[in-house]
C-alpha cells in the first residue's frame, strides 16, 4: 500500500481515530463527563492505548496520556514516537502539565508529534513536544 502522504501531514489516519473512537468508549469519567482517550506509538512502531481514569477523590484521576505511556512502559517500550489525543470537548485538548512531563521522560529532545482532536467539532491542534514543555526535566544521568 502506498504511504498515504494526508496522513503524514496530519499526523494521525483514519485508522488511528477508528481505534480511538472504539477506546474513548472505556474512558472511566463519571464525574466531569470528559472523556479523553491518547494513542501512544513507541519508536518500534507499536500503539498503546488510554483513557481518563477518574476518581472519587479527584486529585487521584489519572489522565488518557499517562495511562497510555504506563502500557507502553508495560509492554517494554521506552520511547515515544507520537501521540493521537481525541476527546469528547469542543476544542482538542492538550496534554495537562502532568502529561507533558510523562511524555518528555520517554523522548527528552521532545520531537514527538502531539496531536489532539475534538470528537465533538472535528477541530484539530497539532504541536510538537518540544513547544508543550521547553524546558523538562529530562531523565537523570547519575554521576556516582
Ligand atoms: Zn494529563
Known amino acids: 500500500m502506498a504511504p498515504d502522504r494526508s496522513e503524514e501531514k496530519k499526523g494521525y489516519s483514519e485508522q488511528d481515530i477508528e481505534e480511538l473512537r472504539r477506546v474513548i468508549k ?11 482517550a491518547a494513542l501512544v506509538e513507541s519508536a518500534s512502531g507499536r500503539k ?64 514527538s508529534e502531539v496531536v489532539s482532536i475534538s470528537l465533538s467539532t472535528g477541530r484539530t491542534a497539532r504541536w510538537k513536544l518540544s513547544e508543550l514543555l521547553p524546558f523538562s526535566r529530562l531523565p537523570i544521568k547519575r554521576s556516582d
Request: aromatic share 8%.
Open 26 to 36: 472505556n474512558s472511566y469519567a463519571p464525574y466531569s463527563g470528559v472523556r479523553v
Open 48 to 111: 498503546y492505548f488510554g483513557v481518563n481514569v477518574e476518581n472519587a477523590s479527584y486529585g487521584l484521576t489519572i489522565c488518557a496520556e499517562r495511562s497510555a505511556v504506563a502500557a507502553m512502559v508495560a509492554a517494554g517500550d521506552r520511547r515515544i514516537r507520537r501521540v493521537v489525543i481525541l476527546s469528547n470537548t469542543e476544542e482538542p485538548l492538550p496534554p495537562c502539565g502532568a502529561c507533558r512531563q510523562v511524555l518528555a521522560e520517554f523522548d527528552p529532545e521532545g520531537s
